[in-house]
């Protein structure tokens, strides 16, 4: 029976690592899956987390099963570290939240929990999105539109094009916003376009879905959370997945959050079983370990002010690694100006060329990244910088 399904094409993001890793040019350059990276290449541990390792090394003492929810004190810290310490919208007990397996695995509940409500729901995401949201929310059966963000041809939002659109959805739609960091732009909302957009979701009714899996990389972990705070605080419903994945460096062990803002207490205490019994209907309950590791470091003062000292050093570097990029194109005579790289946040810009250019560049130089000219720059490093510059600027 299964032969009839056909094979399928590699991950456009994924797929990326297999053919580099078959690439034998020693002088290959890796800028496609959005992993941090130091000047060696490598995808270190963070040491506040290593050391959070022996610390949980040494305290646990059973592998049986924790509770539906997940690590309690893990979903506290987060969401303590997302909304900020002594949020009202928190105090009033209107959050309804599970650990996941992952932001994917948030992403994946709550696109469940809208197609609970009315399966004829339509979630918005912005052109160009992430490509992972596309079946990680269409996958669950619910309806995608597009509405418009970037605008290749001058490397900036397109807010007029974007607030136009939005203005005109409908009540009880779903619109996806990239909490910061915006993959695979970098370009984000500035604080008078967030609020706007908390003006048009009061105006029309829309309810806001914040994807936030870069909290730190952007501006710094209190500035990166602005536009989420200021939705939770003035709407009466919000929905948010968050990834440990890239500030914890927790890739592997799939940590992430599904949080649904609820009007009140009576519905939240409502929506928490809902989404317990989507989690258990798909993977019954999250694994521990990352939960278990981002509770003991946002839970310990010395061990979170480290974490935080090494967010903010992988931060600055990316945001040094974007002008020595622009600088070596300089030099090495860009016909383009990439000055707008300086100005993109987090771990990913959109270089804005051509996906021919792109296949050139990995052609001829063997650099990788994602065909709609997404680079990671967390993979540029100082010996690899004037390569990769010469590269790009021979296919201009
Ligand atoms: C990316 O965008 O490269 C990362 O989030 C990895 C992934 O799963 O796509």
Redesign the pocket.
């Known amino acids: 029976m299964f032969d009839v399904l056909p094979q399928l094409p590699a991950?456009p993001?994924?797929g990326l690592s297999t053919a580099f890793k078959a690439d034998t040019n020693p002088h290959k350059i890796d800028l496609?899956?959005?992993?941090y990276k130091d000047e060696q290449g490598h995808t270190p541990i963070l040491t506040s987390v290593a050391k959070a390792q022996t610390i949980l090394l040494g305290k646990e003492d059973s592998k049986t099963y924790i509770t539906p929810q997940g690590v309690q004190g893990y979903i506290d810290g987060m969401l303590e570290l997302m909304l900020g310490k002594g949020n009202p919208v928190l105090l009033a007990d209107r959050i309804a939240a599970v650990q996941a397996p992952g932001?994917?695995g948030a992403l994946r509940i709550l696109a469940e929990l809208i197609k609970r409500c009315d399966e004829n729901t339509t979630v918005w995401v912005s052109d160009p999105t992430?490509?992972?949201h596309i079946p990680l929310i269409g996958n669950a059966g619910l309806k995608l539109e597009t509405y418009p963000y970037f605008d290749k041809s001058n490397a900036s939002i397109n807010f007029d094009a974007m607030a136009d659109c939005l203005g005109k959805v409908k009540k009880g739609d779903i619109v996806l916003l990239h909490g910061c960091c915006h993959?695979?732009t970098g370009a984000d909302l500035s604080k008078e376009q967030w609020q706007v957009v908390l003006e048009l979701a009061q105006k029309t009714g829309f309810i806001p879905f914040v994807d936030t899996?870069y909290q730190g990389f952007g501006d710094g972990l209190e500035e990166d959370a602005y536009g989420m705070r200021l939705l939770v605080n003035n709407l009466p419903e919000v929905l948010i997945a968050a990834s440990c994945?890239?500030n914890f460096g927790l890739y592997r062990e799939r940590v992430g959050v599904a949080v649904m803002v609820t009007e009140n207490t009576k519905t939240r205490q409502a929506i928490q079983t809902q989404i317990q019994s989507i989690a258990r209907g798909i993977y019954s309950m999250p694994p521990s370990y990352g939960g278990a590791l981002v509770d003991i470091i946002l839970n310990d003062e010395a061990l979170k002010a480290e974490w935080m000292a090494e967010v903010e050093g992988m931060r600055s570097r990316m945001q040094d690694l974007r002008a020595l990029l622009v600088a070596k194109m300089n030099e090495y005579g860009a016909t383009k100006d990439f000055e707008f790289v300086k100005k993109q946040k987090g771990m990913?810009s959109f270089l804005c060329i051509t996906p021919e250019q792109v296949q050139a560049v990995r052609d001829q130089h063997s650099v990788y990244f994602?065909g709609s000219s997404r680079v990671?720059i967390a993979g540029i490093s100082k010996t690899n910088v004037d390569a990769l510059a010469k590269a790009l600027v021979s296919v201009l």
């Open positions: 991950d993001i994924l496609g899956v959005g992993v932001g994917c992430w490509a992972n993959n695979p899996a994945s890239k990913f994602v990671n």
